[in-house]
């Protein structure tokens, strides 16, 4: 195992990024004197602005992947990672958009049939077009293989039943792009069968139900489908390759600069009420330990994403990546407390209300996308030990 | 293969042709093996990153950081990582490079001991250091006068009490500041590849270990602290990666004030993954890891020297909070994503 087997070679951004990243920052920071958005921790779960989505697009910063030919500015995924980083950074209400942005688009760009393409795609450029992920279920979370909603071959389509959960902003969004059973297992092959559909969310047979978080919060749902006609033409890819299509994104998921700045804000916020104390030596050491650490978090994520901008699937060093980045996020967390002795007040400004917002997210940074649990059992596959 | 490739396997191919347990013990009690350091001198290895009308073997940071790696993972007996930071150095500086085996440190002040020299009984010591009249460098032939120390990995760390002889010549500015820089980067490198080794031989270890009637490596809890450890050796590699190519991307001349963070971050992330690496490391090993006779304590004490040296984690963090905390509300994220 030679040195870097483990995490591909980390490379240089192309040299637009630091004016693009500028021009983001030019941007956010109109958006913010303009009070067109107060900066959130988690805010790519938590803050859903059409709004946003849609100045945002009008600058070319969502679908930046996406060619010409489908409404884009062209392939670029590093580009991307520039402006992703920044607008996470900023705390930024990017949920509306973003399993369309992150998620869908290389899908479609991957796997989907040409009316597909031409369906979704120049509207999610435009910032226009939400998704939610189906992928979860009540019995098949860590063991995603478990699904059970299943579709039934009907004459020009699929008759679909069943039960997806924690389907983040499936209450606002357009359509959901779910994986789900249309052939039987093959004896122990339980990844045989399996198929991705884009089912279109308001149609009849399909129940939002929310499922209230503990801050109050009204992000995830249940939908229910119930015997729920899903024409032909929504199939994404291959009848049978859900499993190997689903999987192939996962370094995608995972690796992204949200697994570790969902608390940047936090951080951000906290320099600034510290910079009195910029001398004492307590302080400096907390600070310094997370700052190290983000950076070297960061560099670890930005080496994925150009492995993956070059066609590489860094399966393993995406799952490190949130591993690291996810608990990162919560130690972020901890130093804000130990340093601050704020405590955590819903309705309180600065450092008190962001902790409260904080601490009760920080459950579910290391839950989605992937147990972190499970994301270690991958790890350890990748080293031969399994 | 690639120019770097080659490279990279012609130096682990030496080391490994002379890194047997063996010889790596007999060369504590030895002070170092003098042996490989001929081998590798005669590769035009030691100065690799120095050019070659000033005795070095020409080539970037890059060869040389590559070289540094290996040495680290190799647990390798000689100061190689250390001579060829001092000889880029004494390069930036245009100053001819003397043969042998060099160590480099930065002074408090002119004429002043130097504390634990890595090698310095044998090594022609290279002390770096800025006062008034500005940037300084001395070169300390050998033998200075020296008090012998030790690492915990038993490598040597001697005080070296510069003689009236030693030879002291006025450098470019900054010259302090980057040999500060080189030292945390070359002992990052150096952990950065003894954290990779010490992953390498608990995957061996836990897939040929039986309890239970099975591998240890069967056991998911096992195997969850394997992940954990191949996290931290990941945040070292991308954190020493980068630092390289941040150095390598300022050149000789970094810009003036430039806290030069990266270098700063992957020391500090490099000290602190040492000892989560070093602690995994042995709990999957077993009492059997513990012992002298066994070959992972080449590596794990190295990685508890190693932290601590050329820049503990404390006074990184130290420093890179003060940044941070400077950088302030607004400022932090520009900070964090500057190039260098």
Redesign the interface.
Not at chain 2, 230 to 239: D, K, Q, R
């Given at each position: 195992m030679r040195h870097g087997t483990l995490l591909p070679p980390v490379r240089p951004l192309p040299a637009a990024a630091a004016e693009l990243r500028s021009a983001v920052r030019g941007f956010l920071a109109a958006e913010r004197a303009a009070g067109r958005f107060v900066p959130v921790c988690d805010a790519w779960l938590s803050g859903w602005d059409e709004s946003f989505s849609r100045r945002l697009a009008a600058r070319g910063w969502v679908g930046m992947t996406i060619p010409p030919e489908y409404g884009g500015q062209g392939p670029s995924a590093l580009e991307r990672y520039v402006v992703i980083e920044e607008l996470l950074a900023a705390g930024a209400p990017v949920a509306a958009h973003w399993v369309s942005d992150r998620q869908v688009v290389p899908n479609l760009l991957r796997y989907g049939s040409e009316e597909l393409r031409r369906r979704y795609l120049p509207a999610i450029a435009q910032g226009a077009c939400y998704f939610a992920i189906g992928l979860s279920e009540p019995d098949a979370g860590s063991d995603l293989a478990a699904v059970r909603t299943t579709g039934t071959r009907v004459d020009g389509g699929w008759r679909v039943s069943g039960v997806k959960i924690w389907t983040s902003g499936a209450h606002c969004a357009h359509a959901l792009i779910a994986l789900l059973r249309t052939g039987p297992r093959d004896g122990r092959q339980r990844h045989v069968g399996l198929s991705q559909l884009l089912i279109e969310l308001g149609q009849p047979g399909v129940t939002v139900r929310p499922i209230i978080s503990m801050t109050g919060e009204h992000h995830f749902n249940e939908v229910v489908f119930s015997d729920v006609f899903v024409p032909d033409a929504q199939v994404v890819g291959t009848i049978g390759d859900g499993w190997a299509q689903v999987t192939s994104e996962l370094a995608y998921e995972r690796s992204g600069p949200e697994r570790l700045l969902s608390t940047f804000v936090l951080l951000d916020t906290l320099v600034g009420e510290l910079a009195s104390r910029a001398g004492d030596a307590r302080t400096q050491d907390a600070v310094g330990r997370v700052v190290s650490r983000l950076w070297a978090c960061r560099q670890m994520s930005l080496a994925v994403a150009g492995a993956l901008a070059d066609g590489e699937a860094p399966e393993i060093a995406a799952a490190l990546v949130k591993d690291v980045g996810t608990r990162l996020e919560s130690e972020i967390i901890e130093v804000a407390r130990m340093l601050t002795a704020a405590e955590p007040d819903p309705a309180g400004a600065g450092i008190a209300g962001m902790l409260a917002h904080a601490v009760l997210h920080a459950p579910g940074f290391t839950l989605r996308g992937g147990t972190n649990e499970i994301l270690r059992g991958i790890v350890a596959r990748g080293l031969a030990v399994r | 293969m690639s120019e770097r490739d080659l490279l990279?396997d012609t130096v682990?191919r030496l080391l490994a042709e002379h890194g047997t347990a063996e010889r790596i013990a007999a060369a504590a009690q030895a002070d170092w093996d003098a042996a490989l350091w001929r081998a590798l001198e005669d590769t035009g290895l030691t100065l690799a990153g120095s050019p070659e009308e000033l005795g070095g073997s020409g080539g970037d940071l890059v060869p040389a950081a590559d070289i540094a790696?290996?040495a680290g993972?190799a647990a390798a007996p000689v100061p190689l990582a250390e001579t060829l930071a001092a000889g880029m150095v004494l390069a930036r500086a245009g100053r001819p490079i003397p043969s042998g085996p060099l160590a480099l440190a930065v002074a408090a002040g002119r004429g002043q001991a130097l504390q634990r020299v890595p090698y310095g009984r044998l090594a022609t010591t290279v002390a770096a250091g800025a006062d008034g009249t500005g940037d300084w460098l001395a070169v300390i032939a050998r033998p200075a006068r020296v008090q012998p120390g030790r690492n915990v990995a038993g490598e040597p760390r001697d005080d070296v009490r510069p003689g009236a002889d030693a030879e002291v010549h006025p450098a470019p500015a900054g010259t302090a500041d980057h040999a500060r820089r080189l030292l945390r980067l070359f002992r990052s490198l150096l952990i950065?590849?003894a954290a990779?080794r010490a992953?390498?031989l608990t995957?061996t270890y836990?897939?040929e270990r039986e309890q239970f009637g099975r591998?240890l490596?069967?056991f998911?809890t096992?195997?969850?602290e394997?992940?954990?450890m191949?996290?931290?050796?990941?945040?070292?590699?991308?954190?020493t990666?980068?630092a390289v190519?941040a150095t390598q991307a300022a050149g000789a001349e970094p810009p003036a004030g430039a806290t030069m963070?990266?270098v700063?971050?992957?020391k500090?992330?490099a000290s602190?993954s040492a000892g989560i690496v070093a602690a995994i490391a042995h709990q999957l090993h077993g009492a059997i890891g513990t012992t002298e006779e066994h070959r992972l304590r080449l590596t794990t004490t190295r990685l508890w020297s190693w932290r601590d040296e050329d820049g503990p984690a404390?006074e990184?963090?130290?420093?890179?909070?003060?940044a941070?905390?400077?950088?302030?509300?607004?400022g932090?994220?520009?900070w964090?994503?500057r190039?260098r």
């Open positions: - | 990279r682990e790696l290996a993972a950065a590849g990779q992953l390498e995957v836990v897939r591998p490596a069967r998911p096992v195997q969850q394997l992940a954990r191949a996290g931290e050796v990941a945040l070292v590699s991308a954190a990666q980068a190519a963070s990266a700063l971050a992957a500090a992330q602190h404390s990184c963090f130290a420093e890179l909070g003060r941070a905390l400077r950088a302030g509300a607004g932090l994220w520009p964090l994503t190039e």
